[in-house]
DNA sequence: GAAGAGTCTGAAACCGTTTGCAGGGCGATG
DNA sequence: CATCGCCCTGCAAACGGTTTCAGACTCTTC
């Protein structure tokens, strides 16, 4: 049915062989055959059958991607800049969501790893000791996770919380609460540690609010915490979760950002367009995804693969309009709140 | 490196042959053997190269999914129901995005052709022809779309904008806008044709305000039509659309839904988290993968394949909060304003 | 005890490509 | 004119599986 290598070598009088060459080393063929070759291969509109190709190569062109759920407006970001860097090098990229299940990664890697050159794995919940057994599998590059000597792209969290409790210091807030995501996630123990350091640095109070899940429900969820905790700013672990948070507020009648401020993390097309515009920390999401490419291909040898690239991404705080100065101290609206609650 | 079945074979003390009919055809080979075989390749953790076998079998295990753009939360939902159904059936997924350009998607295809067993087009924007082309490269699916004898799921979009209009007709709009998506998608024509019918079958006025992207930024370009229009509720081709259009209404004073009623299509996750929350006409997204999936695995004549699927799926109104009765004629708050901008 | 049927297994061919190796043709050189 | 080297090309093996075909063996049956 398909046009193979041998229709092609037939119609235009050479063997397999050469057309072979032809298109893939076209230096070491005679010019006139080469073009012959050519000509007759785009006629018949032949295409390498890249599995046969892969058998003997040992390369598949095949790129796997692990991520947690997609239905999470952070990731698509991301996987268009993959999809964008792969297909110029010419891969195509399997794509696999795990539905936040942690016990599903490494399944999914396993079976993946046979079909694939290489994996990304993107926010990758499992533990660190199967991240190790992964990485025995097949080529990995990690996203948002750092984990011993796997090559990995990561934001700069520590200057990014820095930038934010910088920001909600000199709004003049002192008591500063967070929003923690699952214990699983890797960068909310980045986060926190940055946040620590930079509120020690400011002289502000961090209060640790804990862990939600990372989802507008979540953020809902976490309004209690954050009413209780008699804080004037709140960072949340991520845009969902301030929106959920915000939504939850509101329904309390609380107002934003006059009573308390809200700051969100990731920058999804979402936290702009809500109302009030969210303050939030913003990620190169698609630089992440194509920096992840470079890697992989780097690592796998691929001469497409860019120059050794950058593996801490910096972020950007956008000052919206979640965030205001703290509100005079003696009337501090959710104090008396957090009173009648308890 | 990786363990073949000529190791199994070796380890087993039978051939390749028979190692592959234990896993394959488990009740042609005797029982004894066929355990042995089996406790070995476990053992060695063995896994069947998929390139070599779809060599020989014709069948790669692999599907193609090719979507406009996965930044619209409206695919990544589809893109995790097709994922579920095809994992269950034991297919990977590629996914590739056109950034909606519709010159794109052919070459895709055409390039993704060898390397899967079937195509999944989701809401494509090529042109009949162009489909009818793509479909002679490799079984294909259509999901939003309907074109000649090709498989598709669609929606039953006659039916959803019914539910619209006999929703604001009930509410005592008389004058009512649609702000319409690309001319290249289908949908946008199929909503445009049901909102005719069912306008007219209510007897109220359809006032068609123009063609807009199907983005937020397109939603908020709608505005001036929508104001233009003299209308009293507004249907947006989908809810992106509808919440750029809620927020530039916003920005101009005008409230939402006492003067004017905003009505989504789509349903997507971010419809339910915005305030007011969006009223919508919701898809059953996952459930539309999921069928795709089953309608593909049919045509493959995979014996995994459900039942014969509906094709055409049920939609269904979400009323939530930014529709309202009709203004009284009297004031007709956005005719002064046409007037003023005339 | 021989013939026949039936069950299980192994040898070999095949899928579509790449690649090491050898050989043919040709020009240059002595 | 013989020899050497070089450029180009074809043959054949290999990649890791599946599948056809034939043969070995056991078990009936007369």
Chains 1, 2 share one sequence.
């Not at 003696?330 to 308890?342: D, F, N, Q, V, W």
Request: hydrophobic content about 40%.
């Amino acid at each position: 049915m398909a046009v193979t290598i041998r229709d092609v070598a037939k119609a235009a009088g050479v063997s397999p062989s050469t057309v072979s060459r032809a298109l893939s080393l076209p230096d070491i063929v005679d010019p006139t055959t080469r073009e012959r070759v050519m000509k007759v291969a785009d006629h018949l509109g032949y295409r390498p059958n890249r599995a046969a190709r892969g058998l003997i190569t040992g390369r598949t062109g095949n790129i796997g991607l692990i991520l947690p759920d997609l239905a999470n407006p952070f990731f698509p970001s991301i996987v268009k800049g993959i999809q964008q860097q792969a297909h110029i090098a010419d891969y195509q990229v399997f794509v696999a969501d795990t539905d936040e299940d942690p016990t599903a990664e490494l399944g999914l890697v396993r079976s993946l790893a046979k079909q694939v050159d290489g994996i990304i794995l993107c926010s990758p919940r499992m533990k660190p000791s199967e991240l190790r057994e992964a990485a025995t599998y097949c080529p990995v590059v990690l996203v948002n996770r750092k984990a011993g000597s796997i090559p990995a792209v990561a934001m700069d969290n520590a200057d990014g919380m820095r930038q934010v409790i910088d920001h909600l210091a000199g709004l003049g807030h002192r008591r500063i609460g967070f929003v923690a995501g699952p214990r699983s996630s890797w960068s909310t123990k980045e986060r926190l540690r940055g946040l620590r350091a930079a509120a020690a640095a400011a002289a502000v109070e961090l209060v640790e609010l804990g862990h939600f899940a990372p989802t507008f429900d979540g953020g809902m969820e976490s309004v209690e915490g954050t009413l209780i905790g008699g804080v004037t700013a709140v960072i949340a672990y991520n845009d969902l979760v301030a929106l959920g948070l915000l939504s939850a507020l509101r329904d309390r009648g609380i107002d934003v950002p006059s009573q308390v401020s809200v700051v969100g993390i990731d920058n999804i097309q979402l936290s702009a367009m809500v109302h009030p515009a969210l303050t939030t920390l913003d990620i190169p999401k698609e630089k992440a995804g194509r920096t992840s490419i470079d890697l992989l291909l780097h690592l796998l040898g691929d001469p497409a693969a860019g120059t050794g690239p950058a593996r801490e991404l910096p972020t950007e705080l956008l000052v919206r309009h979640t965030t205001a100065p703290a509100p005079t101290t003696t009337s501090e609206p959710s104090g008396r709140r957090r009173a009648s609650r308890l």
